[in-house]
């Protein structure tokens, strides 16, 4: 199955729209320019902070934009404003004064587990990449494309173990997320919780985004004192790698989890490959290689997904995809047979 890349509508809009954007906000139109015209990347000055980026950059030598599968383009995309602005060499941050104006929206809620799942879900509404930033929005139970909180509350229910919680946006998802955190803490899971290395996505959570966010929880703070809840960075987040393809230190901790709970789009992109599979496509087929215990909780906002019936696709509207309208939680990949 071929990666999603230019020609999908969504994809297109992103290229044409929303990366000049993000682009001219922090003052790098050109740079949009350059992904826009699809020509070739310019691979000088970009920092090689990982073996795997070294590596990855030597493999780009003579490529062009529109060349990308669009993952890839979008990692490189914020891969080149980070270098351009200084931010493996000097620190500097282009997007921490838009994650930390979304943090003092919001607060950690204390609720039960189910409750906690739910706000999770919905706290994955807004992306302050997309160009509306999306609000409360009414009756998400109707517009649940797969629903299977049941499944994954039976699983959070059973026993006590590690979870880990992928991360996506800094601001009132993080404050959900951290109250599902609370939740789980209560019944007495250890929980980690993995945040990007460096700035992406424009709203992507840092772990310094974490620190500030449970600052004053006491509960929170005693249970990073303590272990039973730990901030993961890996750089494998600030890489384009699929979950069939990370360290294997990273990915041993996955798989040894009772279970990892992924939010949002990129996670889920990671899980398939990001992939034009057939929307009916099994999510085992789809996830084959994963190799981990997890459950995707996702308002959706890209192309990428699978397990969902076509019957059930045609009474969408149109856009329903890509528009933050619709939602799910899917068991989106199986641990290891026995």
């Given at each position: 199955?071929?990666?999603i890349q230019?020609?999908?509508?969504?994809?297109?809009f992103?290229?044409?729209?929303?990366?000049?954007?993000?682009?001219?906000?922090v003052?790098?139109?050109?740079l949009?320019?350059?992904?826009v015209?699809g020509?070739?990347?310019?691979?000088?000055g970009?920092?090689?902070p990982?073996?795997w980026w070294?590596?990855?950059?030597?493999?780009?030598?003579?490529?062009r934009w529109?060349?990308?599968p669009?993952?890839d383009?979008?990692?490189?995309?914020?891969?080149s404003?980070?270098?351009?602005?200084?931010?493996?060499?000097?620190g500097?941050?282009?997007?921490?004064r838009t994650r930390e104006?979304a943090?003092?929206?919001?607060?950690?809620?204390?609720?039960?587990l189910?409750?906690?799942?739910w706000?999770?879900?919905?706290?994955?509404?807004?992306?302050?990449s997309?160009?509306?930033?999306g609000?409360?929005?009414?009756?998400?139970?109707?517009?649940?494309?797969?629903d299977e909180?049941a499944?994954?509350?039976r699983?959070l229910?059973s026993g006590?173990?590690?979870?880990?919680?992928?991360?996506?946006?800094?601001g009132p998802?993080?404050h959900?997320?951290l109250?599902l955190?609370?939740a789980?803490l209560?019944?007495?899971?250890?929980?980690?919780?993995?945040?990007?290395?460096?700035?992406?996505f424009?709203?992507?959570a840092?772990?310094?985004d974490?620190?500030a966010?449970?600052r004053g929880?006491?509960?929170?703070?005693r249970a990073?004192?303590?272990?039973h809840?730990?901030?993961?960075s890996d750089?494998?987040?600030?890489?384009?790698?699929?979950?069939?393809a990370l360290?294997a230190?990273?990915?041993?901790?996955l798989r040894?989890?009772k279970l990892v709970?992924a939010k949002?789009?990129?996670?889920y992109?990671?899980?398939?490959g990001?992939?034009a599979?057939?929307?009916d496509t099994?999510?085992?087929?789809?996830t084959r290689?994963v190799g981990?215990?997890?459950?995707?909780?996702?308002?959706?906002?890209?192309?990428?997904?699978v397990?969902?019936?076509?019957?059930?696709?045609?009474?969408?509207?149109?856009g329903?995809?890509t528009?933050?309208t619709?939602?799910?939680?899917?068991?989106i990949s199986?641990?290891?047979?026995?």
């Open positions: 199955m071929n990666p230019r020609g999908s509508a969504f994809v297109d992103t290229i044409a729209q929303r990366l000049p954007k993000i682009a001219a906000d003052g790098m139109a050109a949009a320019r350059e992904v015209a020509g070739p990347i310019e691979l000088d970009l920092a090689r990982t073996a070294s590596s990855y950059l030597d493999r780009l030598q003579g490529a529109d060349e990308l669009f993952f383009l979008e990692f490189v995309f914020y891969h404003i980070n270098s351009r602005a200084g931010f493996f060499t000097q500097t941050d282009v997007f921490a104006a943090r003092v929206h919001g607060s950690i809620p204390t609720r039960d189910a409750s906690a799942v706000l999770a879900l919905l706290g994955n509404e807004a992306d302050y997309q160009l509306q930033v609000g409360a929005s009414p009756a998400w139970e109707s517009r649940l494309v797969v909180r499944r994954l509350l699983v229910e006590v173990g590690t979870v880990h919680v992928l991360a996506d946006n800094a998802e993080l959900a997320d109250g955190v609370e789980l209560a019944r007495g899971d250890r929980v980690v919780i993995h945040v990007k290395p460096w700035p992406m424009v709203s992507d840092l772990a310094s974490v620190l966010s449970v929880h006491a509960h929170l703070t990073l004192d303590d272990g809840f730990a901030i993961v750089p494998c987040w600030g890489e384009p790698r699929h979950f069939d360290e230190p990273l990915l041993a901790q040894d989890a709970l949002g789009d990129l996670n992109r990671r899980f398939v990001d992939r599979w057939p929307l099994p999510v085992d087929e789809a290689g981990f215990e997890a459950f995707a909780l996702r308002v959706l906002k890209s192309d990428a997904l397990g969902v019936s076509r019957e059930a696709a045609s009474q969408r509207a149109q329903w995809r528009d933050g619709h939602a799910l939680v899917q068991r199986a641990g290891p047979s026995p």
